[in-house]
C-alpha cells in the first residue's frame, strides 16, 4: 500500500476509534474477562502505531508523544462523559500498546542486521 492509503487508513482508524471511545458501552464484551478495556486500549494503540509508522514519515519521539497525547485525550474526553470514567490503567494500556509496536520493530529490525552481518 501507498502511505497515501495509510494515512487514508489511519484517519479512518483515528475517527472510528474515537467514535467507540466516547460510545456508551453496555454488558456485553465488557464481561469477557478482567480488565478486558486494558486489552482493548493496547491492541488499538498497537494498531494505531503501525499504522502511524506506516503513514507518515516521523521520529519515534514524534509518533509516540503523538500517540500519547492521543490516549491522554481520549481519556480527559471519556472523564467529561456521564456515563464513561478516565482510567490512568487506559492511558498506560494505550502507552505501553504503541511501545510495543516500536520496540517490536526496533527488535526485528536489530535481528535482521545481526542475520546479514
Do not use: W
Not at 507518515?56 to 509516540?64: A, C, G, H, N, T
Request: glycine share 6%.
Amino acid at each position: 500500500m501507498t502511505r497515501r492509503v495509510y494515512q487514508a487508513v489511519f484517519l479512518i482508524c483515528i475517527v472510528a476509534f474515537t467514535f467507540l471511545f466516547v460510545k456508551e458501552i453496555k454488558g456485553g464484551v465488557t464481561n469477557l474477562f478482567p480488565h478486558v478495556d486494558k486489552v482493548a486500549h493496547f491492541g488499538i494503540f498497537f494498531l494505531l502505531a503501525i499504522i502511524m509508522d506506516k503513514a507518515f514519515k516521523l521520529p519515534l519521539y514524534s509518533q509516540i508523544l503523538l500517540l500519547a497525547g492521543y490516549g491522554a485525550a481520549i481519556e480527559i474526553m471519556q472523564d467529561t462523559l456521564p456515563y464513561r470514567q478516565a482510567s490512568l490503567g487506559d492511558f498506560i494500556a494505550d502507552f505501553l500498546g504503541a511501545a510495543s509496536y516500536f520496540l517490536a520493530k526496533a527488535l526485528l529490525a536489530l535481528g535482521k542486521k545481526k542475520h546479514h552481518d
